[in-house]
Nanobody, 126 residues
């Protein structure tokens, strides 16, 4: 079945940077919109960013706009999230997700996505 595997999480000080990766297998990667969500303890899972199949259209949550950059490499079946100027409130488990679509529409709900990874922990200390 489809596999999405996140990596790159860890502990970082406020103001620091991390790059998350999501490696996909058993799917036609270029036919999927790819997204990042996150879930902090006691909170609902929330949208972070998503990118279209070609990698030229991206949408971001207001809370990360200007600090995070989503990208993808279809040749490597991998998506990335470059996170800079990290804040303690960015602390969460980060999940990658895939939606079978080649449209440029916006998909901000977790229910919009077909497949999920297991998550990677990001902790930002103050």
């Amino acid at each position: 079945q489809v596999q999405l595997v996140e990596s790159g999480g860890g502990l970082v000080q406020a103001g620091g940077s991390l790059r998350l990766s999501c490696a996909a297998s058993r799917l036609t990667f270029s036919a999927y919109i790819m997204g990042w969500f996150r879930q902090a303890p006691g909170k609902e899972r929330e949208f972070v960013a998503h990118i279209n199949w070609l990698g030229d259209i991206a949408y971001y949550a207001d809370s990360v706009k200007g600090r995070f950059t989503i990208s993808r490499d279809n040749a490597k079946n991998t998506m990335y999230l470059q996170m800079t100027s990290l804040k303690p409130e960015d602390t969460a488990v980060y999940y990658c997700a895939a939606r079978a679509s080649n449209s440029g529409s916006r998909y901000y709900q977790s229910t919009d996505y077909n497949y999920w990874g297991q998550g990677t922990q990001v902790t930002v200390s103050s």
